[in-house]
């Protein structure tokens, strides 16, 4: 069956501090990997996706940017957050079908 | 510009009684309409799904009702229990639209449901 890791759980950076989120996929291959934001009391924003290794779509221009070394990992990135970057960053990968299964998330606190 | 819309940021319900969740959206290209259920601090969980050749998908104590005309779903919850208490996500794709499939979500609606 298929799993989907991410990490850390949980945080904390200081303002203008570098990010890097990991998430990882077991059980299947070339899977559509997406990155999410849950900001506070808003819905689930679409950062990025990625149909294969080294392809990557931004859907929001901000601070962050992605990459996918290998197949069944994505990794979220930035130089320097910002305060506006906190919220629950969320995995997600899917096949053909328009079905997405989601991580289990991160919770950033830019202070 | 929201194209899926949650109007209802809560509901409450009691045990027992039937959860009605709404959702509307804009884009007519939207062809596959889900619904994802989200505890606090874990991921969103696939709960139940629609395309848009039906009208109604049934999964035990949920359905899902879609009316086109409309650009109205809703997600009904037969009978609802205590463990129902979470986030509600309506998410909408156009598979053929250009878009890679991608959803869109809605803002969530979150119910709890009273003993």
């Known amino acids: 069956s298929q799993t989907i890791h991410q990490w850390p759980a949980t945080l904390v950076q200081p303002v203008g501090s570098p990010l890097s989120l990991e998430c990882t996929v077991e059980?299947?291959?070339?899977?559509?990997l997406y990155w999410y934001r849950q900001a506070a009391g808003r819905g689930l924003q679409l950062l990025f996706y990625s149909v294969g290794i080294g392809q990557i779509s931004s859907e929001v221009p901000q601070n962050l940017s992605a990459s996918r070394p290998q197949d069944r990992q994505f990794i979220l990135s930035s130089k320097k957050l910002l305060l506006s970057d906190s919220g629950f960053y969320l995995c997600?990968?899917?096949?053909?079908?328009?079905?997405?299964?989601f991580g289990p998330g991160t919770r950033l606190t830019v202070l | 510009d929201q194209q899926v819309k949650q109007n209802s940021p809560s509901l409450s319900v009691q045990e027992g009684r039937i959860s009605i969740l709404n959702c509307d959206y804009t884009n007519s290209m939207f062809d596959y309409f889900l619904w994802y259920k989200k505890y606090p601090a874990e991921g969103p969980t696939f709960l139940i799904s629609i395309s848009s050749i039906k009208d109604k998908n049934e999964d035990g104590r949920f359905t899902v009702f879609l009316n086109k005309s409309a650009k109205h779903l809703s997600l009904h919850i037969v009978p609802s229990q205590p463990g129902d208490s979470a986030v509600y996500f309506c998410a909408a794709s156009a598979r053929y639209g250009g878009s890679q499939g991608n959803l869109i979500f809605g803002k969530g609606t979150k119910l709890s449901v009273k003993p």
């Open positions: 059980g299947t291959s070339n899977p559509n």
């Open positions: 997600a990968w899917s096949l053909l079908a328009v079905r997405q299964f």
